[in-house]
């Protein structure tokens, strides 16, 4: 079965730093790896995806996303933090063999300091 | 033009009784989920349809039961509503099943209050 982790729950940086966000993943064959933002009282909102291809991946609003193999991992990543950025953030992994569902981890809520 | 729309967005009821949550999606996709957050953000899916058949039932109480009229139309009834039922319940909507591109589009959540 597959599994995702992000081990950081929370996590404050100042508006203008670099941010890393960490996620790592279990799944038997090739995963299929997203990035999903929840603001405050908001649905989910998809940052970018990792299907095949380029293992550097870029999203929406300026992240990036680097699949790593051999570390099982899909860390999200951006150069600068706008206040905006502040929201709560999920790692997840899906399986076309599983009905296309989708394993999330336990998200991680950025806050950003002015 | 909303992708996928869920309605309502706050719904307040009390223990014991029964209500559904509607979803609908115009983006031509095949297959629609029922997804559950709890009160510290974890989601879990509840169930998943293809062309209005279940694929997916995750070990869901029988008291949630999803109905599927149409493929772009996946709706949540609840019975004998529990205080542990209290959570953020978001549909979505991805396209057929197996296929490569497997992206989920999430509606804006329903906010389930059960007092």
């Known amino acids: 079965a597959q599994s995702v982790t992000q081990p950081d729950i929370h996590i404050t940086v100042s508006e203008g730093a670099s941010l890393e966000l960490r996620c790592n993943y279990s799944y038997g064959a090739t995963p299929y790896l997203f990035w999903y933002v929840q603001s405050p009282g908001q649905g989910l909102q998809l940052l970018l995806k990792?299907?095949?291809?380029?293992?550097l991946v870029q999203g929406i609003k300026g992240f990036e996303a680097e699949f790593k193999r051999s570390q099982s991992s899909f860390n999200l990543r951006k150069p600068s933090v706008h206040w905006s950025d502040a929201a709560e953030y999920f790692c997840?992994?899906?399986?076309?063999?599983?009905?296309?569902?989708?394993?999330f981890g336990t998200g991680t809520q950025l806050k950003v300091e002015l | 033009d909303t992708a996928v729309s869920q309605t309502p967005k706050y719904l307040v009821t009390q223990m014991g009784n029964d209500k559904s949550i509607k979803c609908e999606q115009n983006?031509?996709?095949?297959?629609m989920y029922w997804y559950k957050q709890d009160s510290k953000k974890f989601l879990k899916i509840m169930f998943s349809y293809n062309n209005k058949e279940l694929i997916i039932n995750e070990t869901v109480p029988n008291r949630f039961s999803p109905k599927s009229p149409d493929k772009a139309h996946l709706n949540l009834h609840i019975n004998s509503l529990e205080l542990g039922d209290s959570a953020v319940y978001f549909c979505a909507s991805s396209q057929a099943l197996g296929a490569l591109n497997t992206e989920a589009f999430f509606g804006q959540g329903t906010r389930l209050t059960v007092v």
């Open positions: 997840a992994v899906g399986a076309a063999g599983g009905g296309n569902k989708l394993t």
């Open positions: 990792y299907f095949s291809g380029d293992t």
């Open positions: 983006l031509g996709h095949d297959t």
